[in-house]
C-alpha cells in the first residue's frame, strides 16, 4: 500500500473522534499508507470553548494538529471523515468544510476519492447512521467511490455492528462500545480498496 495517501478530516469537541482519527491514522500508517490527519476549522467562538473544560482539554490536545484544507482532499487517494453526531447530522464545523470544496469540486478534483466515514453521538441510537449516510450522500455529489465496512470482520460486530461505518455511543465515562479494532479494520480497508484502485 505504498504511495496510497490517506486524509482523516474530523471534528471533535470532547475527544472521541479525535480519538476514532486517531485509531484511523495508526492502522493506515502501518499498513503502509502516507496519512495527513487534519482537523475541521472550528466555528464556536473562545468563550464557549473556555467555558467547558471537556472541550478546552481537547484543543489542547489537538493543538499541534493542522486544519484542513482543499489541498489535503486533491492530494489524497482516500479520505476518512469522523464527525460527531449534531442533532442526527454532521457538525457545522465538518459541513463547513465540506461546504467550502466548491472550488475542487467543480474543477473535478473531488472524483473517484474513496470514501469512508465514522461517527458517535451520546446515544445508542442518536443519529450515529442518520450521520454517516448524511456524509455519503455528499459523497455521491463529488462522485466517490464509497467504502462501507459492512459485515466483513468480526470487530464490526463487537463495536455494535454499523455497517454503514464505525461508530459509537460517547457516554459521560467515555466510549461505551469497544471499537478500536473496528476502526482499525474500516481504515485498512479503505486504504487498501483505495491502492487497488490507483493501480
Ligand atoms: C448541539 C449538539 C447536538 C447533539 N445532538 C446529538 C444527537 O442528535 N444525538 C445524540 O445522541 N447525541 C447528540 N449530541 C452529543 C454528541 O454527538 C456527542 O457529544 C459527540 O458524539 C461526542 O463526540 P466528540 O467527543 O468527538 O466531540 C449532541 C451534542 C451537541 C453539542
Redesign the pocket.
Given at each position: 500500500m505504498k504511495n496510497t495517501k490517506l486524509t482523516i478530516v474530523y471534528y471533535?469537541?470532547?475527544?472521541?473522534?479525535?480519538q476514532l482519527a486517531t485509531w484511523a491514522k495508526e492502522a493506515a500508517e502501518e499498513a503502509g499508507a502516507e496519512v495527513r490527519m487534519v482537523k475541521a476549522q472550528e466555528l464556536a467562538d473562545e468563550e464557549s470553548v473556555k467555558a467547558n473544560p471537556a472541550w478546552t482539554a481537547q484543543k489542547e490536545r489537538e493543538k499541534d494538529i493542522k486544519v484542513a484544507s482543499s489541498d489535503d482532499l486533491v492530494w489524497a487517494d482516500a479520505i476518512i471523515f469522523s464527525s460527531?453526531?449534531?442533532?442526527?447530522n454532521v457538525t457545522a464545523q465538518i459541513k463547513n468544510f465540506i461546504d467550502g470544496q466548491g472550488g475542487i469540486w467543480s474543477q473535478g478534483e473531488l472524483v473517484n476519492k474513496v470514501v469512508s466515514a465514522m461517527s458517535?453521538?451520546?446515544?445508542p441510537h442518536?443519529?450515529q447512521e442518520q450521520t454517516i449516510q448524511a456524509i455519503y450522500t455528499t459523497m455521491m455529489h463529488w462522485g466517490a467511490i464509497i467504502v462501507p465496512p459492512g459485515y466483513t470482520d468480526d470487530s464490526i460486530y463487537a463495536a455494535g455492528g454499523n455497517p454503514y461505518g464505525t461508530s459509537v455511543t460517547?457516554g459521560r465515562d467515555g466510549m461505551v462500545e469497544d471499537v478500536e479494532a473496528a476502526v482499525k479494520h474500516q481504515a485498512k480497508r479503505t486504504v487498501e480498496i483505495a491502492s487497488l484502485i490507483k493501480a
Amino acid at each position: 500500500m505504498k504511495n496510497t495517501k490517506l486524509t482523516i478530516v474530523y471534528y471533535s469537541m470532547t475527544g472521541t473522534n479525535f480519538q476514532l482519527a486517531t485509531w484511523a491514522k495508526e492502522a493506515a500508517e502501518e499498513a503502509g499508507a502516507e496519512v495527513r490527519m487534519v482537523k475541521a476549522q472550528e466555528l464556536a467562538d473562545e468563550e464557549s470553548v473556555k467555558a467547558n473544560p471537556a472541550w478546552t482539554a481537547q484543543k489542547e490536545r489537538e493543538k499541534d494538529i493542522k486544519v484542513a484544507s482543499s489541498d489535503d482532499l486533491v492530494w489524497a487517494d482516500a479520505i476518512i471523515f469522523s464527525s460527531p453526531t449534531r442533532f442526527g447530522n454532521v457538525t457545522a464545523q465538518i459541513k463547513n468544510f465540506i461546504d467550502g470544496q466548491g472550488g475542487i469540486w467543480s474543477q473535478g478534483e473531488l472524483v473517484n476519492k474513496v470514501v469512508s466515514a465514522m461517527s458517535s453521538a451520546q446515544n445508542p441510537h442518536g443519529g450515529q447512521e442518520q450521520t454517516i449516510q448524511a456524509i455519503y450522500t455528499t459523497m455521491m455529489h463529488w462522485g466517490a467511490i464509497i467504502v462501507p465496512p459492512g459485515y466483513t470482520d468480526d470487530s464490526i460486530y463487537a463495536a455494535g455492528g454499523n455497517p454503514y461505518g464505525t461508530s459509537v455511543t460517547a457516554g459521560r465515562d467515555g466510549m461505551v462500545e469497544d471499537v478500536e479494532a473496528a476502526v482499525k479494520h474500516q481504515a485498512k480497508r479503505t486504504v487498501e480498496i483505495a491502492s487497488l484502485i490507483k493501480a
